[in-house]
């Protein structure tokens, strides 16, 4: 249980860190892009939680989508709520932590998604299927 949980830390902070070079390199190829940045960020973000979610999720797909929809929703509270009281901070002021801000937020993403899980096994009617990482 805790390599199953090192490995989905592991693999959600690598992932989380993987949308900083696709902006950089956008910034690079497209050096007005200017606000639409945020949109080659949302949709790095968005396609990089559905590929965490199609290797770490061992449930049908109907039960994955609803776990993605929860895991997303309290996700966007989460990111809301902290940069609400803590946007003075120098985590959210300098650029040089805007790391720190990536792997908080895959930090929560996976911690989310490791208690739906949790939650999920208790409901004995849930289809599990085999996952795409072997944790032997």
């Known amino acids: 249980m805790l390599k199953k949980t090192i490995i989905q830390y592991l693999l959600g902070i ?3 860190l ?15 892009i ?17 590929a965490f979610y199609y290797l770490t999720t061992n449930h ?9 929809i929860a ?6 509270f989460e990111q809301v709520s902290i940069e609400k009281n803590f946007h003075d901070n120098f985590i ?8 720190g801000v990536m792997i908080l937020g895959a930090i929560l993403w996976v911690t ?3 208690i739906i899980d949790k939650i999920y ?11 795409k990482i072997e944790w032997k």
């Open 14 to 16: 690598g992932l989380a």
């Open 121 to 131: 096994t208790y409901n004995k009617s849930i289809d599990k299927r085999k996952s």
């Open 34 to 50: 200017g606000w639409d940045i945020l949109i080659v960020m949302s949709i790095s973000i968005f396609v990089f939680q559905v």
């Open 71 to 76: 895991n997303f929703g309290l996700w966007t």
């Open 92 to 99: 959210y002021q300098n650029d040089d932590y805007k790391i």
């Open 112 to 114: 989310n998604k490791i």
């Open 18 to 32: 993987l949308v900083i070079p696709i902006a950089l390199g956008t910034f690079y190829f497209f050096p007005n």
């Open 60 to 68: 049908n797909f109907v039960w994955t989508v609803l776990s993605f």
